[in-house]
């Protein structure tokens, strides 16, 4: 089987072509240098593209004022990292403030990029990153948001995100492995009784299942959305113990690098590589690329609940 990333390097579009040139995650060494010569005086692609692999975004609306994408497992802050955020920010003044995402996410705005070195030794300190937050990279992995809390909850994932978050970039200092996708890349864990994570949108999610009386997960594929098409994931037909989550992750994603589509971006997320390959072919070169095979699904779980997540609940009970 031959790589598409070879087979369309004859009809590279922009995109690839600047990755193909250089990794965004390369300027994570000249950061340094950025900050020296100021953003008026760097390359273009640089400023305006490979800086979204370190999460930093130049937004022309505000010429000199960066955007900076976080990656929050599982949508978890601390106090502490909270205060180390705030100080961040507080220096900006009124351009200083921070966005909640839809992924449970956090993006700081009015960073200036002679900032950014010494901020990214304030994120590193505190145990915090944005690397691979941006473009054709995996974005934060999503959980529910009382995982842990929640009483009636099946398996606490919080473990598992981070494992996966690890995985995907050298727990936090960028990993090239995964810097070239053919486009962005959503995953999810959910381990709770309620679909919280709408496990429809992402293009892995992993749903709690029991088979034989042991927890593990249903997997779905190829979920999202965009203008161009939305496309609910689709079972793929297998259940994962925990302890092979990572391992599923990592083979994922290394087929979609190797052999998604990268001509067209409208059409270039995971789905249509399933499309075209099919959902048979899909599932066994998996189970060739993780080594071993992979377990048939069982019978499926239904959602128990709304995609709801009321304020008050019972709190699992805990010493602290």
Not at 71 to 90: C, D, F, N, W
Not at 211 to 224: A, S
Not at 246 to 261: N, P, S, W
């Amino acid at each position: 089987m031959t790589s598409v990333i070879s087979n369309q390097s004859a009809s590279q579009n922009k995109f690839e072509k600047f990755k193909a040139e250089k990794d965004g995650l390369m300027v994570k060494s000249e950061l340094e240098h950025f900050a020296q010569i100021g953003w008026e005086a760097m390359d273009e692609t640089d400023r305006d593209h490979r800086l979204k692999w370190l999460g930093i975004f130049f937004r022309p609306v505000t010429p000199g004022k960066f955007m900076m994408r976080l990656r929050m497992p599982s949508g978890i802050l601390t106090s502490h990292k909270m205060r180390v955020l705030a100080e961040i920010v507080q220096r900006y003044g009124e351009d200083g403030n921070a966005d909640i995402t839809t992924r449970q996410n956090l993006q700081l705005r009015g960073i200036r990029i002679e900032d950014v070195p010494d901020i990214f030794r304030r994120l590193k300190s505190a145990g915090m990153t944005s690397v691979q937050s941006g473009m054709d990279n995996v974005r934060n992995i999503t959980a529910s948001p009382i995982a842990g809390l929640d009483a009636d909850e099946l398996i606490d994932v919080r473990d598992l995100v981070q494992q996966v978050q690890n995985m995907i970039t050298n727990s936090g200092d960028g990993n090239p492995e995964f810097t070239n996708l053919p486009r962005k890349f959503n995953i999810a864990i959910e381990g709770g009784r309620d679909n919280s994570i709408h496990a429809e949108i992402n293009d892995i999610a992993f749903v709690p299942a029991f088979k034989n009386d042991v927890i593990g997960f249903n997997v779905l594929v190829g979920g999202f959305f965009s203008a161009k098409r939305c496309a609910a994931a689709e079972p793929l037909d297998v259940w994962v113990p925990p302890e092979e989550v990572v391992a599923l992750c990592r083979a994922i994603l290394e087929i979609y690098r190797d052999y998604g589509l990268r001509a067209n971006r409208q059409k270039a997320r995971l789905m249509w590589l399933i499309d075209e390959w099919g959902m048979g072919k899909f599932r066994a070169t998996v189970e060739t690329q993780m080594g071993s095979p992979l377990q048939l699904l069982p019978s499926k779980m239904k959602w128990i609940g709304t995609n709801a997540i009321t304020l008050v609940y019972i709190r699992r009970s805990r010493l602290v």
